[in-house]
C-alpha cells in the first residue's frame, strides 16, 4: 500500500504537466497551453516595444517635446557689488548667462569693474558648454579682455565648471593668448546654511599668467589672490542681497607692479551686493 502511494506521488508531476487546461474563451483550441508553460506565449510579431516610446499615439498625435529636447535660457548675477577699499568705491559685477539644453549649451561670462562711472576693465568669455559627467561641464571658447588705456587681449579658452565632492563649486579655465601667452583661473566656493535663508558663502579665486605684461601691471607667475566671506539672506530664492569681507593679495612681480604704481598690494575689501537670477 505504501509502495503505491510513493508511485502515485512521482507520476502526478508528471501527469500535470502533460495535462491541458482549457482554452480561454475566443483562445483557439489549438492554442491552450499546458500546465507547466508560461502564460502570454509569444507576442505577434507588429507588438511594439514596452520600453521605447509610443509614437505618440497616447498624446492625440503629437510627439511632446521633453525637457532635454528644448532650449531654455538663464541669467545669473553671482556678483553685483559695491566695492570700499580704504576711502575709494568701486564696483564690481561676476554674471553668467546661457541659452541651449541640458547637455549642450552656449554660455556667456562676464566680470567688470568700474569706478566713478567709467568702466576699468572687462573680461568676457563666450564658451560652448557640454555635459561630460553628472554636475560637471566642459567649456571650449573665447575670452576677450579690455582695459583702459591699454590694448585688448583675445585669447582662447578651455576649461570645466561644476560640483566637486562636499558640495565645492569649482570654475577652472585655461587661456591661450597671442606669443604663446598662457593663462589659468581658478574659482571655488562653498555655501554653509545658518538657515533656509541666511546663507554665509566663503568663495576663493586665483589667477597665473605664463608672461609678464607691465602694461597691465602683471607679472609671470601668481599673479593676484583672493579670499573672502559673503552673507546672504535670500528674500527669495531668485534674490539675496549680502555683505561680505575679502582679502586680496598681489604676489612676485604683480605685487612690484603694484607697489611702482604706489597701491597697496595687499587690500581688504567691505562688499555690499546683491545675487540674483532668472
Known sequence: MHRLRIGLLLLLPALGAQAETPAMPGMPAGKAMHMGAMQGGAPPPDARDPHAYADGLDFGGM???????????????????????????SGTWDLQAWFGRDYDRLTLKSEGDWQAGALEETTTDLVWTHAVAPFWDAQLGLRYDTLEATDDRAWLAAGFQGLAPYWFEVDATAYLGEAGAAAFNLEVEYELLFTQRLILTPRFEADWYSQRDPARGQGAGLSVASFGLRLRYEIRRELAPYLGLEWANAYGETRRFTEAAGADPRQTRLIAGLRFWF
Open 63 to 89: 510627439r511632446p517635446r521633453f525637457a532635454d529636447e528644448q532650449n531654455f535660457f538663464s541669467l545669473w548675477m553671482q556678483r553685483l557689488e559695491a566695492v570700499r577699499v580704504d576711502d575709494r568705491t
